[in-house]
Every structure is written in C-alpha cells, then in structure tokens.
C-alpha cells in the first residue's frame, strides 16, 4: 500500500449560508484503519482506510455517531476518498473491488452501540470517479473523489451513516453532512425567514411572508422553497402605509412638503398647488389659507376657492312663467363643478330675504344643484312681484362658508294668467235624466272667474260627441240626460285671461229614479210643481237668451247654460272687447314664422296669400293667408277677425283649420290650412264631367259631414254655397267663410231684398245670397240649421251640375217667385234620383220636413255603401220607403272614423291625390283594379283599429293593426 493511511474521519465544514454542519464520528469499524497522511499542501490530515484486497469477502464497516437531524428532512452526504486501480495491484486475483457502499440508519438514540447490520438502508454504491495505478510517494500523487448522495430522513431524530467495504483499497478523506435552506429574503415588501428545504427532491415548501415595517399587506405575500434552497417567484407582497415609500425593500417617511395619501400610490408626492405638508410621514397636504379642498377632491387636486356671482342674469316673463337666463361667474376659483346649488323666489314682500318659494312653484329643470344656465319657474301667481335670486357654487362653497356673496338677483312680475283647473266635482240631485254638480273655486283663480264651462259626454261615447254648458255660479244643473247611463264631466274656469284646464274627469251616473231625492217629507205634487217652476223658469231665462241675443251682444254666451245638450259655438260679438275673444280662441302667429309666397285672390278685407308657416317644434306647412288691407275701420277690424274667432272654435276634418292670427303688427292676417284645388265651385267647373258619381257623393258627404258639426254647435253659417267650400289635394271639401254680420254684406252673390221686390218679404236690411237662402230667412231673416240645409240642397245641386249657377241666369226676384209658387231645381244631368230627392227635401217649404245634416250624412254613407242605387237616374221617382229608409231610420256604422271619401279604383284613388303616375307601381306590386281604396278622415292624436267584413260564402272579417294619426 503505498498511500499513507489516517485514522480519523475529517469533518469538513461547508458553506454556512447553506449548510448546517454536523459531528461525524467513527464509532464502529473493522478492518478500518485510522491513519495519518499529509495532503497536497503537506499538513497532515487523518483518514480511514482499508485494503483488503487479497483476501475474498470481506464486509467491513464503519459507522458514523448519531448525528441529530435538526429539522432537516433532506440531507446530503459528502465523501471525499481516494480508491486504488485493483489493475494496479499486482497479485490480486478478482477478489479486488472498486467500489464501496453508503448505508444509513435512523433513530432517536444518539448512543446505540450496536446496530444489526440488517438495520442499517442502503443509500448507494459508491464508485471513484478517477481510481490510481500507483502512488508515488515521494511525489504525493493522490486522486481524490468527491461524491455526494442525498437521503430523506423524516422519521426520527437522527439517524447514523455507515460505510461498508467490500474487498476495495480506499481511504475516506472526508465526510461532510448538510441540509439545504432557502435563506431569509424580502421581497415585494415581505420578509421570507430562512426555511428548511422539503424532503423529497422535488417538494415546494409554501412560505408566507410578514410586512416589512410601515407597510400593509397588498395581497397575502407568499414563495416557495425549492428542494436545491433556492426561492421561487414571489407571489403577493406588501406595500408602505400611506405617508411612506419603498426605499431598496424598506418603507421610508415622506419628508416635509410630501405627502402620500394611500398606500397604492408609487411614492411620496409633491404636495398640489396653494397647499403644504410641515411633517414627515404626511399622508396629506394642508389648503394654503383662503384655499379649500372638497371631502370628494383628492388629494392630488389643487386647493381650491368658491366661484364668484353669476353674471348677467336676465328674465323674460311669460303670463305666469319666467324664463331666467344667466352667465356662469366670471372666476370659477380653479374648478370645474360650478353648479346653481339654489334658487329663490321671494314674493310681493319686497324684503332682501330669499324666502322659500311656495311648493307649487315649478322649477324646470330644477331649483338646486343645476349645471345649466337656465331655468323656467312656471305655476307664480299672477300679477305678482317675484324676486329672484340665482347663487353659484362649487364643491368647496359649502366648506368655505361662502354665502349669498355668491348670488345675484333679478325682480319680475308677473303677467296675468288662466286660472288652475278645478280639483273636484260634487254631484247632488241625481234623477234618470239630471244631475246637480256642484264644484269649489279653482285653487289659483289667478283673477276674477267670470265664468265656468262644463264640458260632458257619455263615457261609452268617449270625447266623440260631448256637451258644454257654461255657468256663472259654481254649480249647475244638468239635464237631458239618459238613466243608467254613466257620464264624464270636466270643468274649467275662464277669467279675463282666457280658459284654464279642464279638471280631471270625473263620472257620475244617472239612475232610474224619476226625482231627485231632496229629502224627508217632500211630496211629489210638490216636487212636480217644483219640477214645472224650473221649467217654467228655464223657458223664462231661454226666452230672454233669445231676446236679448238679438239685441245684445253683451256677454250674452254666459247664458248658453240654459240649453243642455248642444256643443255650443262662443258668439265673438258677445266680447265687450272683440280682442279677448280672438285670444281665447285663436292663437297669436309671430310673423317671423309666416313665409308668404303669391297672392292667390282677393277677399272682402285685402289679399289672400298662399305661403309657409314654421311653428317651433313643428314641421312646416302650406297655408292661406288673410290680410286685411291697411285703413281699415275699428268695426272692419272687428269683422276681419271675427271670422278667426268663430273658425278658431271648431275642429273638424270637414272644416276650414284655423292655425292662427297676426293681431300684434300689421297688416293682420288670419291664417288657415291652405287648400290647393281652391274653391269647389271653381274646381268643379273646371273639371266638368271629370268625376264618378261616388266621387261627387264623396264630396257632399264630406260637406254635410261638416255642417252637421256646426249644427250641432249650434252655429249657422247662413252662406252655405260651393264658393265658401274649399277642395284640398286629397279632393277633401271644407266648409269655410265664416262670420256673422258680414255675411249678409260680403257675399257677391247676397242682395238686398225688398219689400217691393217680393211684394211679402220683409226687408229689414243687409244682404241675402237669395239663389241660396231658404224662403223664411229671405223673408224674415230665419236664419236656422234648417235654412242651411235648404242652401246644402242648393250646394248639392251645384256639385252634381259642375259648378252650373243655380237657377242660371234667372234674376233675383224671379227666383223668389219662382219657389214661392213652388218652383225647385230639377235635376242636373245624370243625376241619380235618389241624389236629386235628396235636394228636394232640402227645399222643402216648411223647414221641419227638412231632413237633418245627420239624418242627410246617413243617407249619403248609406248611398256609398250601395254604389248601385246611385245608378238610376231620371225617368221614374223613387218610391217614398226607400226614401225614408235612406234618411230617417239606419244608422250609420262607421261614425268613427268618418268615410270622407268613397270606394275607388286603383286608378280613380291615385287621381285622386294625383299620383296617377304610380299606377304601374301599384299594379307591379299586385294592387289591381279590384283592390278597394278608402280614405278616412280620422280625428287628430287617435288611435283607430280598422275592420273588413266581407261576405264572401261565409262571413269574413279582416282585422288590420291600429293606427295612429
Ligand atoms: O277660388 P279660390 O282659388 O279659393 O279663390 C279664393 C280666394 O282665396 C279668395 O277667397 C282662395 N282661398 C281662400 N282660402 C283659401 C285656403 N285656405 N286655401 C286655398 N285657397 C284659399 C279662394
């Protein structure tokens, strides 16, 4: 053996960051040596050693003393040694080896003497890496091997190693035992303490981390240990407090005039604008004095100031609404919230005191806390003085103490206004045909209620058909009612300002008592008397309505409350002041929105103009305009515009539209819906013999349409002739020309008529259009519902005839005659009979056998549903049943919506509203002339389903969805 041999088991000490060392002793060997060498650097080392090399089985051991684990789950065996070539050796006969084996075995004794070989795990088999042939020992050649094995023990306290040879020439040098740790760090703010590798090679050692001082936790700070004591990616961490900042791992105070405010924030900041910290560690900066900061600012923003005053508040007041207008202020005090925290009102008193304006005020969009520069306060009193006060604000407003210096005020007062609707009805006294309704002043008359109007209808009926009555007190009667039958009542007030609105609906029923029940004791004898008192008192106060409508024209409509059951039209004439009247019922045009084009004609009072009309929110539309021609007298004044108050009052598709007046510059104007075919006698005659009879009784159904509304009204139009109907592009006829005194003057057709003319005519003055005008108002002035009907029947023959003068050219006084002695207009050419019977009975003398606008309506509807009957014509009469079934007994089913138009064709339709040049369109898309067009005149904001029956084998119905106009 030529290496020196040592005896002791050298224990080397690793790198401490990484290792934990522990004692090695030799505590068991046999054929070990313990010997002394010298290593390279010639200091002597001890080392164990053994050559058994010729001799075969050899099992020979050396074990370590207990070597306590510490914690270590994992530890790691070192041993340096030196193994000899068994080549090297000569003499040796394959009993040499080379390698030898690591064994351990773990316990919680630290002093057992012996352990049973069986004991002990086998860790591995150790070969050298480089062996050697032959030492020279004078030149100290030694190899030495280093090799290192790892094994788990977890179950005891320690545990001890063991060397086994098995026949090789080998000299342990060293043997260094070691566990592995991931050291302590921080990282992302959180401190990782030195930690225990796992015991496998490839277990994780989760590790949660602590804040670092000064700081928080962000997200839980967590690593991981790997098996080699390396860390892993960091997860979560901390982040400094509010007031510090990370500074290489450590958090660190802000210092003075720094400040951070959460603890997300990067680092400290510098404080804002008009604002400072005096200390470390300032988690916020204070405002500069005369500086402020809102609880919402953050403390990054600027310190802020209030805004000063609103600028340049301006008002314009409107009845009993004011528009306020402003500027924002002309410092915002280094913001961008100003708002209008507050406005106030302050009424009549006159105080510098904003008072709180009373809660029925309106303020649109609001009265605190607006962004915009505007507002309108509408529900004021009337004629009132209002101080108004606009304040501006901002976030630090509230904070600084700022007040009204803030503020600017204006002083309105208001103008006059309608009064607030009636908040509720009372009904008394119900019978089958009456009620009593008792209602209380409105809550804001806003001036003197110099009347009310009680507007009513079946609730079956809907709006369709209604009733007003008008009253001075705050109750009336009404009458002529149906029993059992549920109505709707509104009710407004009017003052010297017009009509407020109408109150919500309220129902009452009638019942199917006879009397009113007006308590205990009342007879019916006395009741009866009662009842024939009133009524004798009602036929009074009509007979005086009567007289005094014909010699008044004092406020006169205020009695209209006396005729239950008609819708009543106002008599313009009745105003004291006819520009009250033209207020209530028309509406005031700025001439800036009127765009006139060409003069159409001449009227009795100036030009009539077509041109456009632009109302705001409105799309623009055609319309006539009347002027009336400069110098005009007060009383030409007056009847120029009292047609605009009397057309203002109807609605109706069948009736001129009025869209307003021009009353505040000159010259004034009344403007109407404009009808591009002008007037219908003029149109007809232009287009002589260019209609199907169904389109002429179109036409006519839509005149009666419209007369049977004013008759219901309770208005006579007393001009009733084709020249005052008017034809839009649609081929709809309106009735229009409407006035009162005028009639009688303006007409180029009236004439006076005289008793010498007629020999029994009165002549009490005025015009009459005579080839129109019923026998007793020629001669008497009667002008009713009935005389119109006679003039209906003259227009029904001027249609038929395309636009033929009625009795040609007879004069005046023949004509007269003429009907006097029983003379009427025979029938024009191809006129059906059923069409001519029907002038007839409008000629009737006595103006009761006259039919009806209504009863005339059915009959025309009932023509059109049965196109056939209008197929005779001349040579025999038809037979009186099938007249009176015509007028008298069927009801018409399509009230609603009124049939304004007849049947047509395909082709006739599109003439009709002149598209004919779409009839190929129409046709490609399989509309042929057997398809059926109807046009209907609905009412304006309805909703209307439209039905189909049709009889077809069995009865068909066609329901189509519902329109809305
Ligand atoms: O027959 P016209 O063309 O129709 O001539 C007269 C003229 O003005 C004098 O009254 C025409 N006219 C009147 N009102 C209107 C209107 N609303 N739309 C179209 N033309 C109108 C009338």
New binding site residues.
């Given amino acids: 053996i030529t290496f020196a041999l040592v005896n002791v088991l050298a224990i080397a000490i690793g790198d401490i960051s990484k290792y934990r060392n522990a004692n090695l002793n030799v505590c068991l060997h046999f054929q070990w040596e313990e010997v002394s060498i010298m290593d390279e650097k010639n200091i002597p080392i001890r080392t164990y050693q053994v050559c058994n090399v010729l001799e075969p089985s050899q099992n020979n051991w050396l074990r370590t003393d207990w070597i306590p684990r510490s914690g270590a789950q994992r530890v790691y065996v070192e041993v340096k040694f030196t193994l000899r070539d068994c080549n090297s050796l000569p003499g040796v006969t394959g009993t040499c080896k080379e390698t030898f084996n690591l064994y351990y075995h773990e316990s919680n004794d630290d002093r057992e003497s012996y352990i049973k070989e069986s004991s002990f795990i086998k860790v591995d088999t150790v070969a050298a890496d480089e062996s050697f042939t032959q030492v020279d020992v004078g030149d100290r050649i030694m190899k030495l091997n280093t090799e290192v094995r790892d094994v788990k023990v977890t179950t005891r306290k320690g545990f001890y190693l063991a060397f086994q040879d098995v026949g090789a020439c080998i000299a342990l040098v060293s043997v260094r035992v070691f566990y592995k740790t991931c050291p302590l760090t921080i990282r992302n703010l959180a401190t990782f303490p030195d930690t225990v590798t796992g015991a496998d090679t490839s277990s994780l050692v989760e590790v949660r981390g602590s804040c670092v001082n000064q700081s928080e936790e962000r997200e839980e700070p967590k690593m991981y240990c790997g098996a080699d004591g390396e860390w892993l990616v960091p997860i979560g961490g901390c982040l400094c407090n509010p007031g510090y900042e990370d500074k290489g791992g450590a958090c660190k105070a802000c210092t003075a005039g720094f400040y951070k405010a959460k603890s997300s924030d990067v680092g400290c900041s510098k404080c804002p604008p008009h604002s400072h910290s005096l200390r470390d560690g300032a988690t916020v900066c204070d405002c500069h004095s005369g500086y402020y900061r809102a609880d919402t600012d953050p403390p990054a923003m600027a310190c802020t100031q209030p805004p000063s005053a609103p600028q340049q508040l301006i008002s314009v007041v409107n009845k009993t609404s004011v528009v306020l207008e402003w500027s924002p202020p002309r410092r915002l005090g280094g913001r961008s919230d100003t708002k209008y925290p507050r406005l106030g009102s302050d009424s009549g008193s006159g105080s510098q005191l904003c008072l709180p304006c009373g809660s029925d005020v309106v303020f649109s969009p609001g009265q605190t806390d607006l962004k915009a520069t505007r507002v309108v306060v509408s529900e004021l009193r009337a004629h009132t003085h209002y101080t108004f006060i606009v304040q501006a604000g901002n976030g630090v407003s509230q904070i600084s103490g700022a007040g009204t210096a803030q503020s600017v005020s204006v002083t309105v007062t208001t103008n006059q206004a309608a009064p607030s609707p009636v908040s509720s009805i009372q009904a008394t006294d119900v019978t089958r045909h009456s009620l009593s309704l008792s209602w209380q002043q409105p809550d804001r008359p806003n001036g003197v209620i110099l009347e009310y109007e009680v507007k009513f209808y079946e609730k079956d009926q809907r709006e369709r058909s209604y009733r007003i009555m008008r009253t001075f007190s705050r109750s009336v009667d009404v009458t002529g009612l149906n029993p059992l039958t549920v109505y709707v009542f509104h009710v407004r007030a009017r003052t010297a300002a017009g009509y407020g609105e109408f109150s919500a609906s309220f129902e009452f029923s009638t019942n199917s008592d006879p009397f009113p029940l007006i308590g205990e004791g009342v007879n019916s004898a006395f009741l009866l008397l009662s009842v024939s008192g009133v009524g004798i008192l009602l036929l009074i106060s009509a007979a005086v309505f009567i007289i005094s409508r014909r010699y008044t024209h004092t406020n006169m409509h205020t009695l209209l409350s006396i005729e239950p059951g008609v819708k009543i039209y106002v008599d313009p004439f009745t105003y004291e002041d006819p520009d009250q009247a033209i207020h209530e019922f028309a509406k005031e045009i700025d001439v800036s929105s009127i765009h006139i084009e060409r003069v159409?004609?001449?009227?009795e009072f100036g030009e009539?103009c077509?041109g456009r009309l632009r109302l705001q929110g409105k799309r623009e539309i055609y319309v006539?305009i009347?002027s009336l021609k400069a110098g005009y007298s007060d009383k030409q004044r007056r009847d120029f515009l009292s047609e605009a108050s009397i057309m203002g009052q109807f609605d109706h598709p069948n009736i001129?539209r009025l869209e307003g007046v021009v009353t505040r510059c000159k010259p004034l104007m009344i403007i109407?819906?404009?009808?591009?075919n002008?007037?219908l006698d003029?149109f007809l005659r232009k287009h002589d013999g260019q209609f199907t009879v169904i389109q002429l009784v179109g036409m006519l159904r839509g005149i009666a349409s419209g007369m049977k509304y004013l008759s219901d009204m309770s208005y006579v139009h007393r001009d009733l002739a084709a020249?005052n109907i008017?034809v839009n592009s649609n081929l709809v006829c309106k009735v229009?020309d409407f006035g009162l005194s005028r009639v009688l003057e303006d007409d180029p057709e009236a004439a006076y008529t005289t008793r010498e003319a007629t020999g029994t005519y009165l002549s009490p003055g005025g015009k009459i259009p005579i080839r129109w005008t019923a026998p007793e108002a020629i001669a008497y002035r009667k002008f009713t519902t009935a005389s119109d009907v006679w003039s209906y029947g003259i227009v029904m023959w001027e249609v038929v005839s395309y636009g033929e003068r009625p009795y040609w050219d007879m004069n005046n006084q023949d004509v007269i005659k003429a009907i006097e002695e029983g003379y009427r207009l025979p029938a024009p050419m191809d006129c059906p009979v059923v069409l001519h019977q029907l002038m007839l009975d409008c000629w009737e003398r006595e103006r009761a056998e006259r039919p009806t606008f209504s009863q005339i309506l059915n009959m025309l509807d009932k023509l059109i549903r049965n196109p056939g009957t209008l197929r005779r014509t001349g040579g025999e009469r038809p037979t009186a049943t099938m007249l009176e079934s015509g007028v008298g007994s069927e009801v018409c089913v399509s009230v609603v919506p009124e049939v304004c138009m007849p049947e047509w064709s395909v082709c006739e339709w599109l003439q009709s509203i002149g598209l004919e040049r779409y009839r190929d369109t129409l046709a490609a898309a399989g509309y042929t002339n057997s398809t059926v067009f109807r046009t209907f005149c609905l009412s304006p904001r309805t909703h209307t389903t439209f039905l189909v029956n049709g009889i077809l084998g069995k009865d068909e119905r066609l329901q189509f969805p519902g329109v809305n106009t």
């Avoid at 109407?672 to 591009?676: D, P, R, V, W």
Wanted: aromatic share 4%; glycine share 16%.
């Fill in positions: 159409i004609g001449m009227g009539v077509s006539a009347k001129i109407t819906e404009y009808m591009e002008g007037s003029a020249r008017l229009s």
